[in-house]
C-alpha cells in the first residue's frame, strides 16, 4: 500500500521568499516515482516536478527543487524566489512500479502575499 | 510536456438527463487514462482506471452504471454521467500516462465541472 502525507493544510510566505511545501510518503514498493503538482483556482493539474527512487540527485526545474530525502522517506517541494502566481494547492504525489494507481496527498494551499 | 484536453469544462444540466466528457491525449498515446472527482477543498479522488479497448476498473464505492467509461482509443476516453443528479454535482478530471517517458508521468486535462440542478 502507498500513502502519501501532507501535513500543511496551509502556508502563507511573502513574494521573494523561499518557501517548503513538506511531504512524506510509504510504500513498499523498492522503485517508485514522487511528482509535484500545482493547481491554481483554475483546477487544471499542472505537472511541476518529478523524482526517482533511484536517482542519485535531488529533481529541479527552475524555480522548483524536491528535496529528496529517501532514508527518511520525504519528498520536500521547495519554491524559491515566491512569486504571486505560485498562489495555489500543492499537491505530492506518487506511483510504485509495481502499481501504476497514483495516490495523491491531501494537498497544501499556498499563499504568497506581497 | 504532454497535452491533455477535456471537453467541456462547464456544462450545467438538469437532473435526469446524462452528460458526457472526453478526455483527449493531443500528442501522445495513452494505453491508460485515469478518470477523478474533486470536491472543494479536496484531493483527488480516483473514480476508475481506463485502459484502451478494455473495460475500466472502478474503485470501490464507484457506481459502474452511473458512470459509464469508454476507452476507445489510444487518444480518447470517455466519462458519461447518466441520470446525473444534484449529489453528482462536482469538478471531474481526467489524467493521461505518458508511460513512453522515463518518468511514467501522468498528465491532467484542464477538468469539468459539472452543476446538475
Known amino acids: 500500500a502507498q500513502k502519501i502525507t501532507q501535513t500543511q493544510p496551509g502556508m502563507f510566505v511573502q513574494e521573494k521568499e523561499a518557501v517548503t511545501l513538506d511531504c512524506t510518503y510509504d510504500?513498499?514498493?523498492?522503485?517508485?516515482?514522487l511528482f509535484w503538482y500545482k493547481q491554481p483556482s483554475s483546477g487544471e493539474m499542472i505537472f511541476l516536478i518529478y523524482?526517482?527512487?533511484?536517482?542519485?540527485q535531488n529533481a529541479t526545474e527552475g524555480r522548483y527543487s524536491l528535496n529528496f530525502q529517501k532514508a527518511r522517506k520525504s519528498a520536500n517541494l521547495v519554491i524559491s524566489a515566491s512569486q504571486l502566481g505560485d498562489s495555489a494547492m500543492y499537491f505530492c504525489?506518487?506511483?510504485?512500479?509495481?502499481?501504476?494507481?497514483?495516490?495523491f496527498g491531501r494537498g497544501t494551499s499556498l499563499i504568497v502575499h506581497p | 510536456g504532454a497535452v491533455v484536453s477535456q471537453h467541456p469544462s462547464w456544462v450545467i444540466c438538469k437532473s435526469g438527463t446524462s452528460v458526457k466528457i472526453e478526455c483527449r491525449s493531443l500528442?501522445?498515446?495513452?494505453?491508460?487514462m485515469f478518470w477523478y472527482r474533486q470536491f472543494p477543498k479536496q484531493s483527488l479522488m480516483l473514480m476508475a482506471t481506463?485502459?484502451?479497448?478494455?473495460?475500466?476498473?472502478?474503485e470501490q464505492g464507484v457506481e459502474k452504471d452511473k458512470f459509464l467509461i469508454n476507452h476507445a482509443s489510444l487518444t480518447l476516453s470517455t466519462l458519461t454521467v447518466t441520470s446525473a443528479h444534484p449529489e453528482d454535482s462536482s469538478f471531474y478530471i481526467c489524467?493521461?500516462?505518458?508511460?513512453?517517458?522515463?518518468?511514467?508521468?501522468?498528465?491532467f486535462g484542464p477538468g469539468t465541472r459539472l452543476l446538475v440542478l
Open positions: 489524467s493521461a500516462d505518458a508511460r513512453d517517458t522515463s518518468q511514467e508521468t501522468q498528465y
Open positions: 510504500t513498499s514498493d523498492p522503485s517508485y516515482g
Open positions: 523524482q526517482g527512487s533511484y536517482d542519485q
Open positions: 504525489a506518487m506511483r510504485g512500479t509495481g502499481s501504476y494507481i497514483p495516490t
Open positions: 500528442d501522445f498515446q495513452a494505453t491508460t
Open positions: 481506463s485502459n484502451e479497448g478494455s473495460k475500466a476498473t472502478y
